[in-house]
Structure formats: C-alpha cells, structure tokens
Nanobody
Framework: QVQLVESGGGLVQAGGSLRLSCTAS????????MGWFRQAPGKEREFVTA????????YYTDSVKGRFTISRDNAKNTVYLQMNSLKPEDTAVYYC????????????????WGQGTQVTVSS
C-alpha cells in the first residue's frame, strides 16, 4: 500500500512558476514509476508527465514540454513537478500517481493516487 500526498499548489500569475511535491508513505516507493495528471473542471483527467523508478526515463505531454520538469528523490520518497512559464490553460487540480510498473501515459496504469492539489493561473 502506498499513500500519496501532494503539496505546493496555489494561485500564480501567467508566466510564473510553481513547484509541486508528492510525498509517499509506505514501502517500496523507489520501485514505483510516478506520474502527474491534471483535471480541469468539466474535463477528463489527463496525463502531464511521468518518470521511471530510476529517473532514467521521463515523458511529457506536448503542451508542457520545455516548461515542466519532473524529478524524484527516492531517499525522500518524493516526486516533484517544477512548472515554469505557467499559462491560464494549466489551471487544474494536479494529481500524483504511483504505478508498480511503467511509467505509463495512461491513467489506468496507475494503482495509487493522491488527493490532488489545486493550481490556478491567472491571466
């Protein structure tokens, strides 16, 4: 069992930056691939980025490439999402997720989910 808690969300102006954190409790965090997803009001939850257990592989959806960076610190059981050059269309609840295999770009590949953290980007 893995419990995930996100933090770092908030309100920021367009062009600004935020850093989200997701801390895991439970065993074997370092063996899990981790992903970030987001869900805007009235929309489906969508893939943002993912990282392999060793951090050797990362994946990004096209709309965030060059602006967002995923990283992890297995010693701290934490995965990070650095978000730069934020746009109003990045406004959503951001969720981290853990997968025993992967990483996956499909939400159905993830077994554990956090409760989410709100990111709001004002224009």
């Amino acid at each position: 069992q893995v419990q995930l808690v996100e933090s770092g969300g908030g309100l920021v102006q367009a062009g600004g930056s935020l850093r989200l954190s997701c801390t895991a409790s439970g065993r074997s965090f370092s063996t899990y691939a981790m992903g970030w997803f987001r869900q805007a009001p009235g929309k489906e939850r969508e893939f943002v980025t993912a990282i392999s257990w060793s951090a050797g592989y990362t994946y990004y959806t096209d709309s965030v490439k060059g602006r967002f960076t995923i990283s992890r610190d297995n010693a701290k059981n934490t995965v990070y999402l650095q978000m730069n050059s934020l746009k109003p269309e990045d406004t959503a609840v951001y969720y981290c997720a853990a997968a025993p295999f992967g990483p996956w770009t499909d939400k159905y590949g993830y077994k554990y989910w956090g409760q989410g953290t709100q990111v709001t980007v004002s224009s």
